[in-house]
């Protein structure tokens, strides 16, 4: 059973950057693909970004490429969710998940608890 840890949420002001970051154990990551989703208050969870965990393929929700990129090292089973200019519509709590690899988006089984990025305008 995998566990999942994210961290590195917090309150920053537009245009700042962030890097979040989710530390996986107690699985063989090598057969998941990570993945970063957010919901914002009053909103349905949406995708933001996924990575297979072997060969580092990514890909970026349309909507923020040029402005999130999605990382791995496996050396230290953790995925990255880099965040840059970020605007108010991207305050949310954040989580990471993964999911089998050739598994479809709904097949996320594992989540972290979440954490909470806060952006001021």
């Known amino acids: 059973q995998v566990q999942l840890v994210e961290s590195g949420g917090g309150l920053v002001q537009a245009g700042a950057s962030l890097r979040l970051s989710c530390v996986a154990s107690?699985?063989?990551?090598?057969?998941?693909?990570v993945g970063w989703f957010r919901q914002a208050p009053g909103k349905e969870r949406e995708f933001v970004a996924a990575i297979t965990w072997s060969e580092g393929i990514s890909h970026v929700e349309d909507s923020l490429k040029g402005r999130f990129t999605i990382s791995r090292d496996t050396a230290r089973s953790t995925a990255y969710l880099q965040m840059y200019n970020l605007k108010s519509e991207d305050t949310a709590v954040y989580y990471c998940?993964?999911?089998?690899?050739?598994?479809?988006?709904?097949?996320?089984?594992?989540w972290g608890q979440g954490t909470q990025v806060t952006v001021s305008s």
């Open positions: 998940a993964v999911k089998p690899r050739g598994g479809t988006r709904n097949e996320y089984n594992y």
């Open positions: 107690g699985g063989t990551m090598t057969r998941y693909v």
